[in-house]
């Protein structure tokens, strides 16, 4: 473990559709949370879900952890979730994982294991659970970005990191492109990129929405918009 004290953590769930999963999820949470910070919140981003995604975040059980839902009218994207989320946040540190189910909200002691002030902790993931496809155009995707945007990290859109709640205040992206924002904005700031292997697992309920064509352009658009507009990439005080 990093000699660093435990921060405290505001978890950042963003979660579209997700009825079936997002109870269990927020109650592994809850005790990987109790277990490893000393006060800790969870902030459910409900980005205009039409189940019961809401209904069901109310009643989950998480004990002494709260849970804070904050939802979206309609639906603005994963990327507007998570700014939704970061700002909402009240603890040192954000721990951003994604609320399909497909992590293990136990692996929050990886990340912890080499955190420090001063430091990002990314998870990349092994053996990644999902279809071909989408495998296949999001290694097309972050190889165009990478050749616009210079290199990131391995893989940018692991939906589990945790990072000084300052690295996520300020961004402006409503798309997947959020991550590499977040990603490089910390890195041009000083902030130290650690990588750290996370399991994923298939996705047992919902429907995965990365791969539809409208998320695909706009991650285009924002990729570029990134690319062109230098107030985008200001980076923040030195950690």
């Not at 009825?19 to 109790?34: D, P």
């Not at 497909?102 to 692996?107: H, K």
């Not at 690295?167 to 130290?192: C, N, P």
Request: with cysteine; proline share 6%.
């Amino acid at each position: 473990m990093s000699s660093t004290p435990l921060p405290s953590i505001s978890a950042v769930l963003p979660a579209y559709n997700e009825e079936a999963a997002i109870a269990q999820v927020l109650e592994l949470t809850a005790s990987s949370l109790r277990g490893n910070a000393p006060s800790a919140e969870i902030i459910v981003v409900d980005d205009g879900s039409r189940d019961a995604t809401a209904a069901r975040v109310l009643r989950a059980h998480t004990e002494d952890v709260p849970v804070r839902l904050v939802s979206h009218a309609t639906n603005r994207g994963y990327g507007a979730a998570l700014r939704t989320g970061f700002e909402a946040a009240a603890c040192d540190a954000v721990w951003l994982m994604d609320s399909d189910g497909q992590f293990d909200p136990a692996d929050l002691r990886r990340l912890l294991a080499v955190y420090a002030r001063d430091r990002v902790v990314a998870g990349y993931r092994i053996l990644r659970s999902d279809p071909a496809f989408r495998r296949a155009s999001n290694a097309a995707f972050f190889a165009v970005a990478r050749t616009v945007l210079g290199g990131i990290s391995r893989d940018p859109n692991c939906g589990f990191k945790l990072f000084p709640r300052a690295v996520g205040v300020g961004l402006h992206a409503d798309g997947a492109i959020i991550s590499t924002e977040l990603l490089l904005r910390a890195r041009r700031s000083g902030f130290r990129i650690v990588e750290v292997p996370i399991p994923h697992y298939p996705r047992r309920t919902g429907r995965a929405t990365g791969a539809d064509a409208r998320v695909v352009a706009r991650a285009f658009r924002e990729m570029w918009a990134l690319r062109l507009d230098p107030q985008r990439m200001r980076g923040l005080d030195p950690p």
